[in-house]
């Protein structure tokens, strides 16, 4: 077998079908920023996520750039964030002119409880990354933010349809940050992002900074960027939320096979984590002390994996701190993602599990 940790180019054919027709409605139209695909992406996510705000824009970075600057963070202030995610999340912190402060993160990946020992005098917001798509308790994280008047926003990149108490990721904050990059459990054939927010004036503020500082053409009120979605980009999304839940279905089968027939290997830690609500499960992680072994095992028997990510993130060189970070270095360290995307048949789940079945009983 060959079994690729995600080949977008196996969507089925209906689909790829659809993908197709809307590229000539479009191109049809010769419409290519903003109009009604637009519109209709924002209030589809506006009522998937039940969220009053959506503002799209470029990607995923943008809009955690986006959120920090409708704060007014920048120069002289500290924003939290967890050692291990993907380096956007320090990034935007950097691109504001503000100073990420690392913390490790928990067993799961997830910015640990006592986060609230990295506040000082100049923190302004912390932000927690749903990485996997897990969320940590986020009543918990609300409360202590509060309590320390910081602004919290959610680095939800990976998280679009991850709920908690029936809340969706990114709802919960002062804003929410999505990213729909094409290997996201949503994702566009480019790149695309919204910012999620309840207050309607930081929504206004989002996009204005997204489009030129611009209420309506030739009108600028501050100094804003371009950030805009790709109207084809919003078109494909549009295509794509009538197989999510479908996909999201197959998901969770796929991923209560390796829960169920991996629970038994002891060198083995499944991920979990999602406890406390309803996980998208963008990313099956699990850890083992022989993680570099077995992924050369797999990759031998045809089955490719990834890692989420090799390095933390102050470990980089562009971002370089030092600090203790054990757990975050850990999970960089022992962490194999294995493949789980719609597109997975059933018999290549069997066949990846009964190798990493065979690797641990020799
Ligand atoms: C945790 C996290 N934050 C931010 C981003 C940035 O999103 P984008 O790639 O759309 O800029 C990603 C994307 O992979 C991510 O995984």
């Known amino acids: 077998m060959n079994i690729p940790f995600l080949d977008l180019s196996k969507m089925d054919s209906e689909l790829k079908n659809a993908l197709k027709l809307?590229?000539?409605?479009?191109?049809?139209?010769?419409?290519?920023?903003?109009g009604e695909e637009v519109e209709s992406f924002e209030n589809n996510v506006s009522t998937i996520l039940n969220s009053p705000h959506v503002i799209s824009c470029a990607?995923?970075?943008?809009?955690?750039?986006?959120?920090?600057?409708?704060?007014?963070?920048?120069?002289?202030?500290?924003?939290?964030?967890?050692?291990?995610?993907?380096?956007?999340?320090?990034?935007?912190?950097?691109m504001v002119g503000a100073k990420p402060v690392f913390w490790d993160t928990d067993r799961n990946g997830l910015l640990a409880d006592d986060w609230t020992k990295a506040i000082s005098s100049r923190t302004k917001a912390v932000i927690p990354v749903h990485l996997y798509g897990k969320m940590p308790n986020m009543d918990f994280l609300m409360k202590k933010a509060k309590e320390s008047n910081?602004?919290?926003?959610?680095?939800?990149?990976?998280?679009?349809?991850?709920?908690?108490?029936?809340?969706?990721?990114?709802?919960?904050?002062?804003?929410?940050?999505?990213?729909f990059y094409p290997t996201k459990n949503l994702g566009a054939?480019?790149?695309?992002?919204?910012?999620l927010t309840n207050d309607s004036k930081l929504a206004t503020r989002i996009r204005l900074l997204s489009n030129h500082g611009q209420p309506a053409r030739d009108q600028h009120e501050l100094v804003g960027r371009n950030s805009r979605?790709?109207?084809i980009q919003a078109g494909f999304l549009n295509v794509f939320f009538e197989k999510l839940p479908a996909f999201q279905k197959k998901r969770k089968t796929l991923a209560a096979k390796y829960d169920e027939q991996l629970k038994s290997i002891s060198e083995i830690q499944l991920p979990n984590g999602?406890?406390?609500?309803?996980?998208?499960?963008?990313?099956?992680?699990?850890?083992?002390?022989?993680?570099?072994?077995?992924?050369?095992?797999?990759?031998?028997?045809?089955?490719?994996?990834?890692?989420?990510?090799?390095?933390?993130?102050?470990?980089?060189?562009?971002?370089?701190?030092?600090?203790?970070?054990?757990?975050?270095?850990?999970?960089?360290?022992?962490?194999?993602?294995?493949?789980?995307?719609?597109?997975?048949?059933?018999?290549?789940?069997?066949?990846?599990?009964?190798?990493?079945?065979?690797?641990?009983?020799?």
């Open 22 to 34: 809307k590229f000539g409605e479009l191109l049809d139209k010769g419409r290519f920023s903003g």
């Open 59 to 94: 990607n995923g970075t943008d809009a955690l750039e986006l959120a920090l600057r409708a704060l007014n963070i920048g120069a002289g202030d500290e924003v939290i964030v967890p050692a291990l995610t993907w380096v956007s999340t320090a990034e935007a912190v950097i």
């Open 150 to 179: 910081l602004f919290v926003i959610e680095d939800a990149a990976q998280a679009f349809g991850s709920f908690q108490k029936r809340k969706a990721a990114g709802t919960w904050g002062d804003v929410g940050c999505l990213s």
């Open 189 to 195: 054939l480019g790149e695309a992002g919204i910012c």
């Open 229 to 231: 979605i790709d109207t």
């Open 274 to 362: 999602s406890d406390f609500g309803d996980c998208n499960l963008h990313l099956y992680v699990i850890q083992s002390k022989k993680r570099d072994l077995l992924r050369a095992f797999l990759e031998k028997k045809g089955i490719k994996t990834a890692i989420h990510y090799p390095e933390i993130v102050p470990d980089l060189k562009p971002y370089k701190v030092h600090g203790d970070f054990e757990m975050s270095r850990s999970i960089a360290k022992n962490g194999l993602s294995l493949p789980l995307n719609p597109w997975l048949k059933e018999e290549e789940i069997t066949f990846i599990i009964s190798k990493i079945c065979e690797f641990f009983k020799s």
